[in-house]
């Protein structure tokens, strides 16, 4: 397969503008942000086919939506946030559907991490996994931000509307949390 070579924002939402050239847009936007945006919702909800399902109702709110996106941020802050939002509407989901406990969700996940066939993690992987989602969401949102995708805080500040200080409070009980969560497990 031939690697694409990079288009800026502008060139994707210039050919998204014109009707002829629309789909072009598209597909571009599509390939320079696919894997990006699969990564954010995947760690979001953990399961590959979750994460295919989510991204796909992604693209079809972009592609729905591209009209409104009125270019005040980054082209990649607006998809995030889309992408974000389209991954807590789908765990809110789930847990609405699951009666079952907490103990039971996390061996729940941990049996479906264990068995997606896309996840290649080992031991270690798993046991960060598990303790992440048990974050609660606004410290499991800054904690794969910051540590998966290294985004600065002055950028997450903006994507979640949130204040640099908040944020960094907290990254930094996610980090404890996740801490003792390995320290319990030996």
Same mark, same amino acid.
Request: proline share 2%; charged share 25%; glycine share 4%.
């Given at each position: 397969?031939?690697?694409?070579?990079?288009?800026?924002d502008?060139?994707?939402?210039?050919? %998204? #503008?014109?009707?002829? @050239?629309?789909?072009?847009?598209?597909?571009? *936007?599509? =390939?320079?942000?696919?894997?990006?945006?699969? $990564?954010?919702?995947?760690?979001?909800?953990?399961?590959?086919?979750?994460?295919?399902?989510?991204?796909?109702?992604?693209?079809?709110?972009?592609?729905?939506?591209i009209?409104?996106?009125?270019?005040?941020?980054?082209?990649?802050?607006?998809?995030?946030?889309?992408?974000?939002?389209?991954?807590?509407?789908?765990?809110?989901?789930? %847990? #609405?559907?699951?009666? @079952?406990?907490?103990?039971?969700?996390?061996? *729940?996940? =941990?049996?479906?991490?264990?068995?997606?066939? $896309?996840f290649?993690?080992?031991?270690?992987?798993?046991?960060?996994?598990?303790?992440?989602?048990?974050?609660?969401?606004?410290?499991?949102?800054?904690?794969?931000?910051?540590?998966?995708?290294?985004?600065?805080?002055?950028?997450?500040?903006?994507?979640?509307?949130?204040?640099?200080?908040?944020?960094?409070?907290?990254?930094?009980?996610?980090?404890?949390?996740?801490?003792?969560?390995?320290?319990?497990?030996?």
């Open positions: 397969m031939v690697a694409l070579k990079p288009v800026s502008e060139q994707i939402m210039e050919l %998204m #503008r014109s009707e002829h @050239s629309f789909e072009r847009g598209f597909r571009l *936007l599509m =390939a320079q942000y696919r894997e990006r945006l699969y $990564w954010h919702i995947r760690r979001m909800v953990q399961v590959h086919d979750d994460a295919d399902d989510v991204l796909q109702n992604t693209f079809i709110k972009v592609y729905r939506g009209g409104q996106f009125e270019g005040k941020s980054k082209l990649y802050t607006w998809l995030y946030r889309i992408a974000t939002n389209e991954a807590i509407t789908h765990l809110q989901q789930k %847990m #609405r559907q699951a009666s @079952s406990s907490l103990d039971d969700e996390g061996s *729940l996940l =941990a049996y479906r991490l264990k068995a997606d066939e $896309w290649d993690g080992d031991e270690v992987q798993t046991r960060l996994q598990l303790a992440i989602a048990q974050l609660p969401d606004k410290q499991k949102q800054v904690f794969n931000l910051r540590y998966y995708e290294e985004m600065p805080y002055e950028e997450m500040s903006q994507l979640l509307n949130t204040s640099v200080g908040a944020l960094k409070a907290s990254f930094h009980h996610a980090v404890k949390k996740i801490d003792t969560a390995f320290s319990e497990a030996g």
